[in-house]
């Protein structure tokens, strides 16, 4: 993967770090509001490319950040994480 990064969610912004493992360059910041419209907007700069994945925090508010993720075309983080749809940190969806 070329570019890997996190997000970290917090009630009033995002904070992303992410490394483009060609270049070495390596990116920080922050995504405010923290609500899907900005995050998506932020998310078009990856447009069209396969080859970027981001780790998500699980916490309060993960669900619309994956969901967004998914939306552009980014491999679902709770498959990366080893959790399965309906299944976070081992137990099953309630």
């Given at each position: 993967m070329p570019i890997v990064g996190?997000?970290?969610i917090h009630r009033k912004q995002l904070t992303f770090g992410y490394l483009d493992t060609v270049t070495g360059e390596v990116k920080r910041g922050q995504i405010a509001?923290?609500?899907?419209?900005?995050?998506?907007?932020?998310?078009?700069?990856?447009?069209?490319?396969?080859?970027?994945a981001f780790a998500v925090e699980g916490c309060t508010g993960w669900r619309y950040v994956a969901e967004e993720l998914a939306a552009a075309s980014r491999p679902d983080p709770r498959?990366?994480?080893?959790v399965g749809p309906g299944r976070v940190k081992g137990r099953s969806a309630q």
């Open positions: 996190g997000l970290d509001p923290a609500d899907r419209e900005h995050l998506r907007a932020w998310l078009a700069r990856f447009a069209g490319r396969d080859d970027v498959r990366a994480a080893g």
